[in-house]
């Protein structure tokens, strides 16, 4: 594949050592509204609530949570495909949150993503070659070279030349999420948001995909912001995994710490809900007890948002919204009753500057530090 050099983003100067990608207290709210003739707004759905995180040059960042927690919206909105309710989206140290069209468009080519239906991202009158052509031309490809191109992209994500004459619907899942793969490779991006790209797919295929996705990463230099809801798949892309539960932040850890140590109860949860291939092993371990549905986004909780479902959960937890504090190795949980951790860990433990910025004053253990 060709490499021309591209109009500069926003606050890419050369030499920017800031993070790629900036969330700080990103809220994303959508409206409930009732009424036959006129519309009046009785309440709001708190999709994303107040999350903040950075995304390094080169880094995957994988974001796990039950569905309808706000993950999707939340990718949704590093890409604009929705507007934020107040917070901040920088990219490369720009602001983009209301960035208009034009503004936007350099930040579109460096910024790409995959969806999680193949069949319904792609146009189905549209013939593969056509599907690839139009961001070719986008990059600024001749017109005579769209074709060569179009063959080195199918060619890279495992398809053959003649597909590229073939429509959407003549194609399996795999061969369909590899086409949507080419489709955002072919305006030379730096970030990649991956929205569940492997659910939909065989799990012989989800292995061929993420293969590939990992392979890319190395080539092109990309960064991935992966979204998913089996955490032994996030497992194996992820440089640091983000646990997400009813629009807000309950963990962020380095991918295998976060599987030998999880700090947060919701964490344990997900985590023993992956089955283990062996049958007696699956049956004889123990698994954290987890009651009741998930409350609704209209009205969250008060406190911590999985306190009427947690297991460790006390009356602080109920009034007081934990700070996501930050432990050894760059772990950051938001919980009042820690599990995993020791006194001096605790004790160490700091306020991330991540923190909601509705959350209480009370470090992890205070409860238990009063009693004592």
Do not use: W
């Not at 034009?102 to 069949?119: A, G, I, K, S, T």
């Not at 998930?294 to 947690?310: A, I, L, N, Q």
């Amino acid at each position: 594949m060709t490499t021309e050099a591209r109009p500069e983003a926003p606050g890419s100067a050369a030499g920017n050592a800031g993070p790629l990608l900036d969330l700080e207290h990103l809220k994303v709210f959508f409206p409930v509204k009732a009424g036959l003739v006129i519309d009046r707004k009785i309440g709001q759905v708190h999709a994303v609530d107040d999350v903040s995180f950075a995304l390094r040059e080169g880094e995957t960042l994988g974001i796990v949570g039950e569905s309808g927690c706000g993950k999707t919206t939340l990718i949704r909105a590093l890409a604009r495909l929705v507007d934020a309710t107040s917070g901040a989206i920088r990219y490369r140290g720009d602001d983009i949150t209301t960035a208009g069209r034009r503004r936007l468009q350099p930040v579109r080519r460096e910024v790409q993503m995959v969806f999680q239906d193949p069949q319904a991202s792609l146009n189905p009158r549209k013939r593969v070659g056509q599907i690839l052509a139009t961001p070719l031309r986008i990059r600024g490809v001749p017109k005579g070279e769209i074709e060569v191109e179009s063959r080195k992209l199918v060619d890279r994500v495992g398809l053959s030349p003649e597909h590229l004459n073939r429509f959407p619907h003549e194609f399996s899942g795999g061969q369909r999420q590899r086409i949507g793969i080419a489709r955002a490779l072919a305006v030379d991006p730096r970030l990649i948001l991956l929205d569940e790209p492997v659910s939909a797919l065989d799990v012989s295929i989800q292995a061929q995909v993420i293969n590939l996705l990992d392979e890319l990463q190395d080539e092109f230099s990309l960064s991935y912001v992966f979204v998913a809801h089996d955490l032994s798949v996030v497992r194996h892309v992820s440089d640091r995994i983000a646990v997400m539960y009813l629009g807000k932040l309950m963990e962020v850890s380095p991918a295998e710490e976060l599987y030998t140590k999880p700090i947060h109860p919701y964490t344990s949860a997900l985590l023993g809900a992956i089955p283990i291939p062996d049958p007696r092993e699956n049956r004889a371990r123990e698994r954290p007890i987890v009651g009741g549905e998930p409350p609704s986004p209209v009205r969250p909780p008060s406190g911590c948002r999985f306190h009427t479902r947690c297991p460790r959960a006390t009356e602080i937890c109920s009034r007081v919204e934990p700070q996501l504090s930050a432990y050894a190795g760059g772990h950051l949980a938001a919980c009042h009753h820690p599990q995993h951790v020791t006194n001096e860990e605790i004790r160490a433990a700091t306020r991330s500057e991540d923190s909601p910025l509705s959350s209480g004053e009370e470090t992890p253990g205070a409860e238990e530090q009063q009693a004592a």
